[in-house]
């Protein structure tokens, strides 16, 4: 296994498989085709809980379709938004993670916004538990996509470091804007 990832996907695919999880309350803060659900599910088994929303029908749809296939039934989603998500869940959530962008594969103009993002990612550091993990996959090149990015580091590099570690993973040297992955551990 190399240390050094060659993509995003082997960053977070690294987290969730090295994250104390099992048995414990996960959440895909955007579903999409539900491929990072069916990770965590993967390694939070069945006497885990994953909660996932996305603000289109077709991505719950998509996630729902993929879940069922693989015979799981210990998740819940949420046709809502991230900000709204943490309405409904009460107990504390061990690892959140966060795709901002656009739904594959569908329409480009429905994307995530600053505002809502970082409202979210607020609400989510009020419902993490102990030692648990953010992950934040950061895409460009949508509308609005710089400005969520640079507001999100701002609010991230602004966050008390006695309570929460922010680590940011970028590849240097690759073209065409890669994403950006920033991970936020909790000390609290």
Do not use: W
Request: charged content about 25%.
């Amino acid at each position: 296994m190399s240390l050094v990832k060659y993509n995003y996907r082997q960053i977070v695919d690294d987290i969730i498989g090295n994250a104390n999880i099992v048995g414990k309350v996960c959440l895909d803060a955007t579903c999409g085709r539900g491929n990072d659900s069916l990770k965590l599910l993967d390694k939070i088994g069945i006497k885990g809980f994953l909660y996932a929303c996305d603000i289109q029908e077709e991505a719950i749809n998509s996630t729902m379709e993929l879940l069922k296939s693989k015979g799981y039934e210990n998740f819940k989603l949420f046709n809502k938004s991230h900000t709204e998500v943490f309405d409904y869940i009460k107990e504390p959530i061990s690892l959140i993670i966060y795709n901002l962008g656009y739904l594959p594969k569908s329409d480009k103009k429905v994307v995530t916004e600053a505002d809502s993002t970082i409202l979210s990612i607020e609400r989510g550091l009020n419902s993490i538990s102990k030692d648990g993990i953010i992950i934040v996959v950061s895409y460009l090149g949508h509308e609005g996509s710089f400005e969520e990015r640079a507001a999100l580091e701002k609010f991230l590099s602004q966050l008390e470091q006695k309570e929460y570690m922010v680590e940011k993973r970028e590849f240097f040297n690759q073209q065409n804007n890669p994403p950006i992955v920033y991970l936020i551990g909790v000390r609290k």
